[in-house]
């Protein structure tokens, strides 16, 4: 039985056209997948389903949910409609809780706008739907705070609401893409799971090819605001028609073409290295240090590419502040060049190594034009203005984009041109060792490909030496040769990346790499 | 918008003329006329004459002038002083510098701050240069704490990390990077203080502590426009109105700068 049937939706926002023609259906107990890159519209559909959309949008077209008309039905009858036939869980579980209210009674919230039957009602069956979302008050009490929980439990407070009423349908908007992987896998699995149970309705939005066919039945792949191929979710394996789909699988798994790390002199050596927060102060005196690294020991060679996988916590980014010295470490060494790295090194051995970082929105000062970003390191290596000029322009050649890019500001460009530009501020100064944290997460797949595919092309022209910083094994897998896993401070596992992703010793690298979402392996791919 | 417009015509018509009256006013506003005293407004006088035959519009205008430059002075010692304290504090967010600087703000902040003015204009002499500088150290800890709280977060930003890992130190991020994105911060935080500036002088003014006769100034106008306010009430509801009307054209162009030029306030509409 058809549940949701969107039929020739069009939708422009102050005359823009956002969604062009979008058809899709969904039956009760189906897992729908939608899957599209930053732009796409696959977020503006579900919002346009539960007509939760800016006061700027017009939508034609039928949008049929449990046999009423969506778009003709005013804001009190939506009102009744959402929370009760259709439940929403969002990317952000940080901020998608009131951080003031209990989450007992935040779920009970949701329960008695529509059936108020008490508070003592509402609280039983607030109850009865964490459960559901494997949060069981006996373990964790109605009455802790969103604050109390982690990332992972309070998605699932979120969950709990979106189906303390059972929808007959619940959309996923991005649900795991905040969380780490071992969490993600426990949510993609609870999402299913409930969505059998019941006989509900999933509509699971990613940018991520692999999270959605491990679990959709259906799968909708969109480009700018159109559906451009759906079917069942073996068209992933059995071939898919669409050269945007094409292209976008064969960007999921890209591995960029690259010349093994050739053994040179180590470069950077680190010896057991502990960095301790100190605890905060509290009217009994300090709380006890939180030690984020802990012993970490390890080498870089010249013209290698090293990865540091972990999950969030586990002290990767203490780590690189601690090597690109801006932080002091409590114990052991790091040395680069042979001289030691500490929060007072000199201008030549910082220039010796750059940072790019995670999100292409924050790394620039948007008041600055590209030409001055980019030449920013040559405070540590200071030329004289036409040579700064020159090289500038080399850099932005090298990471492929124009010369004249430079009087241009940073809002002017898209997230990948800005990765670009991140990478062509690290290169400026000619360093030996680039830092990578998290370089390529924030990126579409297809951008991200490309991103790769430059990156290993300047280590191949440059003889740069990397160390890649992610949580993304697929990542991982393509750029490094060498891996390092690390947990609570620690690391647990070394060795080539090829021999640590297929043959894992640790069983924390077991647990991460049997987490990972993987794209299946069908015939043709 | 039509708030912003509306605030902008107001302070455009203060400061036009007060700019006027540099070279021309209707009359001039050290002659007496005593013949011609306590006229209610005629075409010859449009806002009337006071008890020495002075014409009132004359006097605003030139009283304008009085309230600008202590307000504008004002607001140049709290920024020139406040801001960079509170980019000082950010910089060194957490250390001892920041509490010093930071505590020193509280107690300012703890004492009325006309009262305060009052005093040091009692203490010194009254005189519109001690009232600039009552008024402009009350100024300081504004700024330094707006300053302190938008830097603040900025320091957390990737872009201020890449600076630093281009070895640029405090004072220079403070310079480069901070200071341009606080800015539009700053300028709407002006405009406020600058009306409540204006204020504060109309105010010392009216007690007899800031510009002293023969030069006009609102607040006195309004001083001795009291005993005369039965059967001359021309000579209150004018510097009063000026007043008023400044202080909202200030307040609601701060307003409509704040939205302009606060990128999220843009968005959500």
Known sequence: MTLLAIDNLHMAIAGHPVLRGVSLELAAGEVLGVIGESGSGKSMTAFAVMQLLPDAARCSGRITLAGRDMLALDEPALCAMRGRYVGMVFQEPMTALNPLQTIGDQVAETIRIHDDRGQDDALRRAADALTRAELPPERFPMTRYPHELSG????????????????????????????????????????????????????????????????????????????????????????????????????????????????????????DVVRDYPGRRTLRGRAPAFRAVDGVSFDIRRGESLGLVGESGCGKSTLTRAILGLEPVQR???????????????????????????????????????????????????????????????ALEAVGLRASDMQKYIHEFSGGQRQRIAIARALVTRPDLILLDEAVSALDVSVRAQVLDLLADLSDRLGLTYLFISHDLTVVRAITDRVMVMQAGRIVETGPTAQVLTAPQHPYTRALIAAAPTLPTGDAA | ??????????????????????????????????????????????????????????MIMVGARTSIAVALVAVGIGMGVGVPLGLAAAANRGGWLDEIIMRGNDLVFAFPSLVIAILITATFGPSAVNAILAIGIFNIPVFARVTRGAALSLWTRDWVM??????????????????????????????????????????????????????????RMLAESQTMISFAPHLAIFPGLAILFTVLGLNLLGDGLRDALDPRLRRSR
Not at chain 1, 236 to 244: A, C, E, K, M, S
Not at chain 1, 349 to 374: E, H, I, K
Not at chain 2, 174 to 199: D, K, R, Y
């Open chain 2, 162 to 219: 890449a600076a630093r890992v281009a070895g640029k130190g405090r004072v220079r991020i403070s310079v480069e990077h901070i200071l341009p994105n606080v800015a539009n911060l700053l300028i709407v935080q002006g405009t406020i203080q600058f009306s409540l500036g204006i204020l504060a002088e109309a105010g010392l003014s009216y007690v007899g502590l800031g510009a002293q006769p023969p030069t006009p100034s609102w607040g």
């Open chain 1, 152 to 271: 992972g439990q309070r998605q699932r407070v979120v969950i709990a609401m979106a189906i303390a009423l059972r929808p007959r349908l619940l959309i996923a908007d991005e649900p795991t893409t905040a969380l780490d992987v071992t969490t993600q896998a426990q949510i993609l699995s609870l999402l299913a799971r409930l969505a059998r149970e019941d006989g509900m309705g999933l509509m699971l939005i990613s940018h991520d090819l692999a999270v959605v066919a491990g679990l959709a039945d259906r799968i909708a792949i969109m480009q700018a605001g159109q559906v451009v191929e759906q079917g069942p979710v073996s068209l992933l394996t059995r071939g898919l028609t669409h050269p945007y789909s094409r292209a976008l699988l064969a960007a999921s798994t890209h591995q960029p073409a690259r010349d093994g790390g050739d053994d040179g002199d180590v470069i950077l050596r680190v010896r």
């Open chain 2, 1 to 58: 918008m039509i708030a912003f417009r509306l605030g902008l015509f107001l302070v455009l018509v203060v400061l036009g003329a007060a700019a006027v009256s540099l070279v021309w006013v209707p009359q001039d506003v050290g002659a007496m006329a005593i013949a011609n005293k306590l006229k209610p407004p005629t075409l010859a006088h449009p806002m009337g004459t006071d008890h020495f035959g002075r014409d009132v519009l004359s």
């Open chain 1, 332 to 394: 052991g060494s790091i040395t680069f060049r042979g001289q030691a790295v500490h929060p007072a090194m000199g201008n030549d051995l910082r220039a010796g190594m750059q940072v790019v970082f995670q999100d292409p929105y924050g790394s620039f000062n948007p008041r600055w034009r590209v030409d001055r970003l980019v030449a920013e390191p040559f405070h540590l290596a200071p030329v004289a203005p036409d040579v700064a000029r020159h090289r500038v322009a080399e």
